[in-house]
């Protein structure tokens, strides 16, 4: 049963050949017999999950049922769920249990689907490898010695493992593109906007989007599908028509336009992950595409950029974690200046402090020009680069990371060469644009990933030439043995 | 040494929006502690501000009362600090470019002159909670009620020369506020608040002085207060040889005094960015033309049509239009008894004086306008006396009813039948023969006393008018 894809599993709702609680049940009982290695569930809440699954059975049984009904996914813990603790990765929010649900998750649930728990993710969704949990790191499914990735580890490992047929996640530099490519996995970070971010705990909220780890695009298209639409609690969201995601997944691609920005393929991508990147076009060729050489001059402006806006952002955004009204607070505070110093740095890890400190110095009057506003300045030269990429070609592809997984504990001392590893992603949050990485082929066992972005709103094109690829080839299939 | 005084105001005045600025709780003062809160207002994790439309168009409206350039393009900022009743550690406000550009309203000094007072600026800003520090056994309480609620911050120019022009602006733009329904004014409440920045320099110097900021005074009464003490303290410490200092000063109105809350060395870095939670707000020129459009009638223009269509005083229409409640008062008053003079002469004297000792507001006095109308009528017609309709008033005021019942029950209605008021003349002539001999050896005053005499007899009762005809007429017979 966990080798089936949603869509494969909606059949098999349907058509009675297991039951969601069945389902559930299977699912349950391999989260426990593996997560405990490895970690991908910071909380399991396989009570709530039965009795969803129940309630899922008897919608499919009075033919009610809508497409995502009775299927199980993990969320990412930074959704607040109703009853549910929302740790956020964080000490700070270890006995949060938030008042409501998330819209997102709101979604799933009237859609019917089954919530098997709260994946594990970098403290406030700050990281590349899911170090920084509270938590505990999370290992990678293809290599315990590798990170999974992050912010998103826990819901791409959860995936990758099969401890889950699908999860959320958040990409705010990269988040769900660069886990999804170490794991093996499809991981769609829709247009800013076009995912409500109301209840998910906010990390940059200008960058901060949700999206999908599934095993395959037509999967990632039924989520979004369920996710995707205005919020009216959310003032970033976007009024745009929600098409049916399903739809275009299976036109032809020939004709199509792809760019290949050089910029991408420059000093430090791995000469053995350019080599899987290069057979992916070749496949792509011989479905008929089309490539050409592009450039977006200003990427090696990405990284300063977002490592400005992004934690200017979060030093406030922080704020309020401060142990006067939920959340860590300290023990016997002498007063009001005790209590916020010892809550807040008791509460909080070194890297989230570390971004604090940088986004509070960069905001600080004196320096607020030479920094944050030159950073937005910034954020608007790439986003023409884009702009104006897309007025040659449909879609671009680059490699999702430099290189494949790295080792737990191999960038702990080496915040910069971290901060690096995000550097094909990043560029696509600055402009607030969609993107995927889909699996593409190993180097050494570990998976590599191939990033398309498209214009914005785009999503139904880029899932289409994602699944186009996907019936041609079938690294997506590949499952580490281990949780075959 | 000269001194000169230079002075500009914050005011805050709460916006009476329904719901607070961006979420769905209402704004109802008075409630228990921490219900009326959401998850917006507790600053949950996840949350996000969604602008309440009311606020902004009320905003805009004030904007349009003071003839201001509306901000087409306006962003919300974040203002960066902690504080136990900010949910967040930031509040939500206006910097670079705010709702409301550059304005200007009059103000009338006490020689009957207009000056112009600028405003440089009105800003869209949330309010914090409370803190409360009693009943907490050394721990501090927190009502996040307040949280939230909508205010606007209106930043005047140092325009103003002295307290009496401090309280004159802080007057108007409290008419101007209430005139147009975007705040209710209740000082009592902090509704309506205000903040003095204040300097002296020596008369003829160009520059300004080093100023103070006195924080949140909230009474017309304390901000002239408030500033007289900070002047002196300011002359005193320069011409005893001393500088005065940057700093915030926080008034205490039972001490009379300000005393020193924060440097300008401890002032905060508030790492003010725009709030990326919230879209800039764009408004076009028709929205702000339908909004201009909807004005009422504001206090200036009220009071000029006071002094041309009701023929008062440039002051008695300066006290009758400072309040729109006092102005509709009269003016219903005026068209229902018919007579302007009188009205006015009653709603300023009578009824405000009778407010004003009783320390009720104009919308809680207990006579209203129609009544006053009533009483007015029957002194037009001659039915009561001046001095008979102060009783019917006190009357009214304590027991309610209109004038004509209470003429009636209680018997006051004038005596007019000449040949009743002849008889009662010939009494009091027959009765005091001294004192027509007096008068009539030429001690005029002595008419008083008969007039007096007459009253007396009637309670008050006979027409003055025709009393002193008679009198006239028989005493020189």
């Known amino acids: 049963m966990h080798n089936k894809t949603i869509a494969q599993l909606a059949a098999g709702l349907k058509s009675g050949e297991f039951s969601s609680v069945e389902l559930t049940q299977h699912y349950i009982n391999r989260i426990k017999n593996y997560d405990g290695e490895l970690n991908s569930y910071i909380t399991v809440s396989d009570e709530q999950a039965l009795a969803q699954a129940k309630q899922a059975d008897e919608m499919i049984a009075s033919g009610k049922a809508q497409p995502l009904t009775g299927i199980p996914f993990a969320q990412k813990d930074i959704f607040c769920t109703n009853g549910v603790k929302t740790t956020c990765g964080s000490k700070m929010l270890d006995n949060f249990i938030a008042p409501y649900d998330a819209t997102v998750i709101e979604s799933f649930n009237n859609a019917g689907a089954v919530m098997l728990g709260k994946t594990n993710m970098d403290e406030f969704a700050m990281g590349s490898s899911n170090e920084t949990s509270y938590y505990g790191t999370v290992k990678n499914p293809w290599g315990h010695e590798y990170v999974p990735g992050g912010s998103s580890g826990g819901s791409a490992a959860s995936v990758a493992a099969r401890l889950a047929p699908a999860s959320t996640g958040t990409d705010t530099g990269g988040s769900i593109r660069q886990p999804a490519a170490l794991c093996n996995l499809t991981g769609l970070k829709p247009s800013y906007g076009r995912v409500s971010r109301y209840g998910m705990i906010a990390f940059a909220s200008s960058l901060d989007q949700a999206g999908t780890f599934t095993q395959t695009a037509e999967d990632a298209a039924l989520m979004l599908n369920v996710m995707a639409g205005l919020d009216q609690r959310d003032s970033t969201s976007i009024d745009e028509p929600v098409p049916d995601y399903t739809e275009d997944l299976n036109q032809d691609l020939s004709g199509l336009k792809v760019g290949l920005p050089k910029e991408y393929f420059a000093d430090g991508l791995d000469s053995d992950v350019a080599k899987r990147i290069d057979d992916a076009i070749t496949e792509y060729k011989k479905l008929g595409a089309e490539f050409v050489e592009i450039s977006l001059p200003n990427t090696h402006l990405s990284v300063p950029a977002y490592y400005i806006v992004a934690p200017a952002e979060c030093s406030s955004n922080l704020s309020r974690f401060d142990g006067v009204r939920f959340g860590y607070r300290c023990e016997n505070p002498e007063d009001l200046e005790d209590l916020y110093k010892r809550s807040r740095g008791e509460g909080f890890g070194d890297e989230v402090k570390r971004r604090i400190m940088v986004g509070a110095y960069a905001l600080s009057s004196g320096y607020y020009d030479a920094y944050y506003l030159k950073a937005q300045k910034i954020r608007r030269l790439i986003a023409n680069d884009f702009t104006e990429a897309f007025k040659k070609v449909d879609v671009i592809m680059s490699p999702t990371t430099p290189t494949p997984a790295f080792k737990v504990g191999e960038k702990n001392d080496d915040p910069i060469s971290m901060y690096y590893s995000d550097i094909y992603t990043i560029a696509v949050n600055l402009a607030g644009l969609p993107g995927v990485s889909i699996p593409c082929g190993f180097v050494n066992n570990l998976p590599v990933g191939l990033q398309i972005i498209s214009p914005y709103f785009a999503e139904a094109k880029l899932l289409n030439v994602a699944h186009q690829y996907q019936t041609a080839t079938d690294w997506h299939q590949q499952i580490p043995e281990k949780y075959k | ?477």
């Open chain 2, 1 to 477: 040494m000269q001194w000169e005084v230079v002075i500009g105001l914050e005011i805050h005045a709460q916006l009476a929006t329904k719901s607070k600025i961006f979420s769905g709780s209402s704004t109802a003062f008075g409630s228990e502690p921490n219900t009326q809160a959401n998850a917006v207002d507790l600053g949950l994790p996840g949350v996000l501000p969604v602008m309440n439309k009311e606020a902004l168009n009320m905003a805009i409206k004030f904007g349009t009362a003071i003839n201001a350039e509306i901000g087409k393009t306006s962003v919300f900022d974040r203002k960066n600090y902690f504080y136990p009743d900010l949910p967040k550690g930031y509040q939500t406000t206006q910097l670079a470019l705010p709702i409301v550009g550059l304005g200007s309203v009059d103000i009338e000094l006490e020689d009957g002159t207009t000056k112009t007072i600028g405003v440089t600026r009105a800003h869209l800003e949330e309010d914090a909670g409370k803190s409360l520090h009693e009943d907490f056994h050394g721990s501090t309480g927190v009502d996040l009620n307040r949280a939230g609620t909508p205010l606007i911050e209106i930043v005047s120019e140092p325009d103003m020369r002295s307290t009496k022009e401090a309280v004159a602006y802080m007057r108007k733009i409290h008419s101007i506020v209430t005139y147009i329904g975007i705040c209710d004014g209740n000082m009592q409440e902090g509704s309506f608040r205000c903040d003095a920045n204040v300097s002296v320099r020596p008369k003829g110097q160009e520059e300004f002085g080093t100023r103070a900021e006195l924080k949140n005074i909230n009474s017309f009464r304390f901000v002239e207060r408030a500033i007289d003490i900070e002047i002196e303290r300011q002359i005193d410490v320069i011409e005893a040889g001393g500088e005065v200092v940057q700093e915030t000063r926080l008034y205490d109105s039972n001490k009379n005094e300000t005393r020193s809350m924060r440097s300008k060395e401890d002032a905060m870095d508030y790492r003010y960015f725009p709030d990326p939670d919230l879209l800039p707000i764009v408004v076009t020129d028709d929205e702000i033309e339908v909004i201009r459009n909807s004005l009422p009638e504001l206090p200036d223009a009220k009071k000029a049509r006071f002094i041309k269509e009701f023929n008062l005083g440039a002051d008695d229409a300066g006290i009758l239009t400072a309040s729109l409640e006092l102005a509709d008062y009269f003016e219903t008053a005026t068209k229902e008894s018919g007579d302007s003079k009188l009205a006015s002469n009653w709603v300023i004297s009578e009824l405000t004086g009778r407010l004003n000792k009783e320390n009720l507001d104009i919308k809680s006095s207990p006579v209203n306008a129609n009544q006053l109308a009533g009483l007015l009528a029957r002194i037009k017609d001659n039915t009561i006396s001046g001095k008979i309709a102060k009783e019917v008033f006190d009357a009214m005021w304590t027991d309610g009813g209109d004038a004509d019942s209470i003429i009636e029950s209680k018997g006051l209605k004038q005596i007019t039948d000449t040949g009743a008021l002849e008889e009662m003349v010939d009494k009091v002539i027959a009765d005091n023969p001294d004192q027509v001999e007096q008068f009539k050896a030429g001690k005029e005053k002595l008419m008083g006393f008969f007039v007096g005499q007459i009253m007396k007899a009637t309670q008050g009762k006979a027409n003055p008018g025709q009393i002193n005809q008679l009198l006239k007429k028989k005493l020189s017979e």
